[in-house]
């Protein structure tokens, strides 16, 4: 059964870079036709796509976001990390990891258990 | 980006009823690429029903999807005490994929 893990810190400075690792247990993250990203969850503007990475290392971005985010893989340890830069109390948020649906890189098929990730000085 | 509105925002039934949540997008989905989603407090979400009408693996048959373009519909034929829960759509066919605000579905 497909596992996902997020792993960071919760708390994060106002101004510095957010980093998470997300761990897939039960299945190979090189798996053809599957996207692995990240989506956040606040109370102020509900359920938000990060973006995605395919094993190749072929990326996407949400538009919004894109010009502070970074996401990468490590296929050697069965993860992908995500990097937000310049954060504000706005990037305040749960942050999930997950695999998309076939093909579809901005779809969600399985979720992590999602980690709250303050930014607060 | 397509933006999703669901409503009601909130519907109140009791066990056994018929419960119907809409989305409805700002603009075509393609290729009907519209998911459904239930959390529950304090849990990551979790995929109902994707390509606006095929049920996950797992899903209850209770559970069903339909709609095109940019009226779809998730429908839950008898509502068992576990279905009381927040429900969301997502678009996912043209990018950015979007969620909408979601619908919580309350014990009467």
């Known amino acids: 059964q497909l596992q996902l893990q997020e792993s960071g810190p919760g708390l994060v400075k106002p101004s510095e870079t957010l980093s998470l690792t997300c761990t897939v247990s039960?299945?190979?993250?090189?798996?053809?036709?599957?996207?692995w990203g990240w989506i956040r969850q606040s109370p102020g503007k509900g359920l938000e796509w990060i973006g995605s990475?395919?094993?190749?290392?072929?990326?996407y971005y949400n538009p919004s976001l894109k010009s502070r985010v970074a996401i990468s893989v490590d296929t050697s340890k069965n993860q992908f990390s995500l990097k937000l830069s310049s954060v504000t109390a706005a990037d305040t948020a749960v942050y999930y990891c997950a695999r998309s649906l076939l093909f579809n890189y901005d779809s969600v098929a399985y979720w992590g258990q999602g980690t709250l990730v303050t930014v607060s000085s | 980006e397509i933006v999703l509105t669901q409503s009601p925002g909130t519907l109140s039934l009791s066990p056994g009823e018929r419960g119907t949540l809409s989305c409805r997008a700002s603009q075509s989905v393609s290729s009907n690429y519209l998911a459904w989603y239930q959390q529950k407090p304090g849990q990551a979400p979790r995929l109902l029903i994707y390509?606006?009408?095929t049920r996950a693996t797992g899903i209850p048959d209770r559970f069903s999807g339909s709609g095109s373009g940019t009226d779809f519909t998730l429908t839950i034929s008898r509502l068992e005490p576990e279905d009381f829960a927040v429900y969301y759509c997502?678009?996912?066919?043209?990018?950015?994929?979007?969620f909408g605000q979601g619908t919580k579905l309350e014990i009467k």
């Open positions: 390509s606006a009408s």
């Open positions: 997502q678009q996912y066919g043209s990018s950015p994929g979007t």
């Open positions: 990475i395919y094993y190749s290392g072929s990326t």
């Open positions: 039960g299945g190979s993250i090189r798996s053809s036709s599957y996207y």
